[in-house]
């Protein structure tokens, strides 16, 4: 079956880049999401990245795919304070004969001053 | 704000009573998804709506669960005869179906005592 799998904590200094990164089963997903969820709060939607790029760039957000290791990386330069959150990566997923969103277990990115 | 909203926000039931969740999506969504989150885990999958009709109930969704959108605009989730481990946050999020992006709602968090 699908699978989407996190790294399930990371800890980085301010000012410096995050990487948070992603391996799925399934390449059947036309787009690849990253999702920020702060405590008691409801998913964001960060950024996407159509299956046949193989990097995204927008803003302090880089997203990378590379499609023959199944694996999505999401790099946030400069990190800041505010960047502390959980993140979700997630693609919309064959599972059992139908298509569905399917959301890793989430990497806890803690941001240290 | 026109984004996704819930109400309640908060549900402190007892066992065996049933409680009822509301989403107002993002007007001209047409797609209208049900998940469940518990603590440490990724949104699970619980139901997807595609205008008015339900397309699709995740093997979570259990007889006691029940989901209406009609009209096609706001959606209700139902739980009837809740138990501890219904316990959980429930978010909605609606999407305009372009590029199966979702936009969340707080999410519904739900203690069963």
């Known amino acids: 079956g699908e699978d989407v799998e996190q790294s399930l904590f990371l800890s980085v200094r301010e000012g410096d880049s995050s990487v948070i990164n992603c391996t799925y089963t399934d390449s059947s997903s036309t787009y690849l999401y990253w999702y920020k969820q702060e405590p008691g709060a409801g998913l964001q939607l960060l950024t996407y990245?159509?299956?046949?790029?193989d990097m995204k760039q927008d803003q302090r957000l880089t997203v990378l795919l590379n499609k023959k290791d199944k694996h999505l990386s999401l790099r946030i330069a400069d990190t800041q304070t505010g960047d502390s959150a959980i993140y979700f990566c997630a693609g919309f997923l064959p599972t059992s004969g139908t298509y569905k969103y399917i959301f890793g277990t989430g990497t806890r990115l803690k941001v240290l001053a | 704000d026109t984004g996704v909203s819930q109400d309640p926000r908060h549900k402190i039931t007892k066992r065996g009573q049933n409680v009822t969740f509301r989403c107002d999506p993002i007007?001209?969504?047409?797609?209208l998804y049900w998940y469940r989150q518990t603590l440490g885990q990724g949104p699970e999958f619980l139901t997807y709506f595609q205008n008015e009709a339900q397309l699709e109930k995740s093997r979570l969704l259990s007889d006691r669960f029940s989901a209406e959108r009609p009209k096609g605009s706001f959606s209700t989730l139902e739980i009837q005869r809740t138990e501890q481990g219904d316990s959980a946050m429930y978010l909605c999020?609606?999407?305009?179906?372009?590029?199966?992006?979702?936009?969340f709602g707080p999410g519904t968090r739900l203690t069963v005592l």
């Open positions: 990245i159509f299956s046949n790029m």
């Open positions: 007007s001209e969504h047409n797609r």
């Open positions: 999020a609606s999407s305009p179906g372009v590029r199966n992006e979702q936009f």
